[in-house]
């Protein structure tokens, strides 16, 4: 089978039929990419692609090719009663859930531990994400919406000199897989964010990363893309599968069985029982988050930013001044704190202080479900019960921006095509 530029085959074999299960940005890149690579497709979703029940939708846009340190960093532990016990900080917890939560938040601190540790990650990641803003420039292209992908650079805000020296470690593990960033000092970084408030005197702008100016429009003309290149739309919800002899029969969805040759479990923060049932109980869980916008803002920044103080990044999107963050550990089902949103608000109003006291008509609250692994690499990959399943969600803090490059090497491993790049270390057996 030959191989096109873009990495995957022009000639899978068409009666090979792929369900896509789930079409946030990963299964609607997917079912993209299974389209290109001459695949069968059908979609597996039961909501509007694009629409908030997604994480791809109420996201920060960033598709920083750059975010490849995971959260949990050597000595995380020491900060995290610090955060939990501030009331204005980036991460809480639902105490409630914590016995359900606390294996998954060991290892979670454990794959942090040491520099070693977070290198290995750190190179994984630069894989999956070093050209992820070129590649979702060219999806959108394809999609009819070249305007929401744009290449203009991301800029990271701090306090003081000492501020970003206690990030060291991980600009230090950033630079040594290659990623390169300019220092604004203090007048410069006033210069290009006149907004911005006067405690922030350093600016890290990383120039090759790139933004999404609408998460939601850009998955939904994903999917509409998908089904213009002849991708079958089923509107349900899948259950589990048939498997036979290792080999893949059917998917079991609420509205019947769809029979199929392969599936690809996409179903971001709800795939854990999907994994499960196709013999891969691995360790999913969700790092909730929440989003701020201001609808009609006209103070903000030229560039999206990324503030350490709050750990919150503000961003214009095509619907107003979005500022999304926080991480809070309640599981799928506990009902949003809307707390942690105003949280948002007030940190986005500290860094610009011009914008009004306001209109609270003018802001809308979003709660999204990371879909998170406890070592901060995504699972991609067959499962362990059949090779015909492959599993494709955990992209945690960089499902949008990981998205594009996870569909080719989906549609790679359907093709039976080596993937351009080892994916052991996304190999969903790694749990054992
Ligand atoms: C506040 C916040 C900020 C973020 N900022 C960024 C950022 O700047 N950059 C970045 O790259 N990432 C960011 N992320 C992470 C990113 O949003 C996620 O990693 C990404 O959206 C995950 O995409 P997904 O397709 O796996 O999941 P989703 O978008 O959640 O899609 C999963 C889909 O599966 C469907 N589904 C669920 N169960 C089933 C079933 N049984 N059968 C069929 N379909 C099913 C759902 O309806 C849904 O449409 C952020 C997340 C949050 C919460």
Known sequence: MTVEANGVAPQGDARRHVVVIGAGAVGSATAIEARRAGLRVTVVEP????????????NAGWLS?????????????????????????????????????LPWLLRYLASGWTEARVQRTAEALRSLLADAPALHARLAAEAGVPQLVEQRGLLHAYRSRAEFEG??????????VGVHWEEWPAEELHRREPDLDARYTLGIFVPEAGHCRDPGAYVAALA?????????RVVSRATGFRIEGGRLRAVHTEGGDIACDAAVVCAGAYSRPLAAAAGSPVPLDTERGYHVVIEGATVGPRTPVMVADGKLIAHWMDGGLRAAGQVEIGGLDAAPNWRRADILLRHLRSM????????????????????????????????????????AFGHGHVGLGGSARTGRWVAQLLAGVAPETSLAPFDPKRFG
């Not at 893309?225 to 079958?232: F, K, L, N, T």
């Open 47 to 58: 909501e509007a692609p694009g629409s908030p029940h997604g994480a791809s939708y109420g």
């Open 65 to 101: 090719s750059h975010s490849v340190v995971p959260p949990a960093l050597p000595g995380a532990w020491r900060k995290v009663p610090g955060w939990l016990a501030d009331p204005l900080g980036p991460l809480a917890l639902r105490w409630r859930y914590l016995p359900r939560a």
């Open 167 to 176: 990030d060291a470690l991980g600009w230090r593990v950033r630079a040594r």
């Open 224 to 232: 509409r893309h998908a089904a213009a290149q002849g991708a079958r």
């Open 352 to 391: 610009f202080p011009a914008l009004p006291e306001g209109d609270a008509a003018k802001v809308k609250h979003w709660l999204g479900r990371r879909p998170s692994m406890p070592d901060g690499l995504p699972c991609i990959g067959p499962s362990a019960a059949s090779q015909d399943v492959v599993l």
